[in-house]
């Protein structure tokens, strides 16, 4: 019973790792595989994590980042990550189209990923559900890339 809870509550963290911004995926599978899920069970759950965020994020950034922006405590914040959105990845965005989008989410390197893939998404105003299976898409790509290079640090 307890070896259960246990691993229930490691399955947890992993998903909340792989749901925040910055250590996304990049982080959540390693930490599984260092808490000792095998491979291919930290990076289906973080996977899962990390996918769980994006139709909710797509659906209120926009409106939360305009909200939040004409706020005192938050202005300054919000103009500097649309700034900073926009100006990392509006030319690969418009000059790939979706498939900019993709590269973005599917490369997992610092700053990008599924939350930088939708506040993008927003930002340019793309299609909801062409959005969704691009985001969705590259974020199973960068899935399997890191898991890859993780069980072969870890392994």
Same mark, same amino acid.
């Given at each position: =019973?307890? %070896?259960?809870?246990?691993?229930?509550?490691?399955?947890?963290?992993?998903?909340?790792?792989?749901?925040?911004?910055?250590? %996304?995926?990049?982080?959540?599978?390693?930490?599984?595989?260092?808490? !000792?899920?095998?491979? &291919?069970?930290?990076? &289906? $759950?973080? #996977?899962?994590?990390?996918?769980?965020?994006?139709?909710?994020?797509?659906?209120?950034?926009?409106?939360? =980042?305009?909200?939040? %922006?004409?706020?005192?405590? *938050?202005?300054? *914040? /919000?103009?500097?990550?649309?700034?900073?959105?926009?100006?990392?990845?509006?030319?690969?965005?418009?000059? @790939?189209?979706?498939?900019?989008? *993709?590269?973005?989410?599917? &490369?997992?390197?610092?700053?990008?990923?599924?939350?930088?893939?939708? $506040?993008?998404?927003?930002?340019?105003?793309?299609? @909801?559900?062409?959005?969704? *299976?691009? $985001?969705?898409? !590259?974020?199973?790509?960068?899935? /399997? #890339?890191?898991?890859?290079?993780?069980?072969?640090?870890? !392994?």
């Amino acid at each position: =019973m307890w %070896e259960l809870l246990e691993e229930v509550k490691r399955e947890i963290l992993v998903i909340i790792v792989a749901a925040m911004p910055l250590s %996304e995926l990049r982080g959540a599978i390693p930490l599984g595989i260092s808490l !000792g899920l095998s491979p &291919i069970h930290s990076t &289906i $759950i973080s #996977i899962l994590g990390n996918m769980m965020i994006v139709p909710i994020l797509l659906k209120i950034l926009n409106p939360l =980042m305009n909200y939040l %922006e004409r706020t005192a405590l *938050f202005s300054k *914040f /919000i103009g500097w990550v649309k700034r900073r959105t926009m100006k990392r990845t509006r030319n690969t965005i418009k000059k @790939y189209s979706l498939l900019g989008l *993709f590269i973005l989410v599917a &490369i997992p390197i610092p700053t990008t990923g599924a939350w930088t893939g939708c $506040i993008a998404a927003s930002l340019l105003k793309l299609d @909801y559900k062409k959005a969704l *299976f691009v $985001i969705l898409s !590259g974020v199973l790509t960068a899935g /399997i #890339i890191v898991s890859t290079i993780s069980y072969g640090i870890l !392994g």
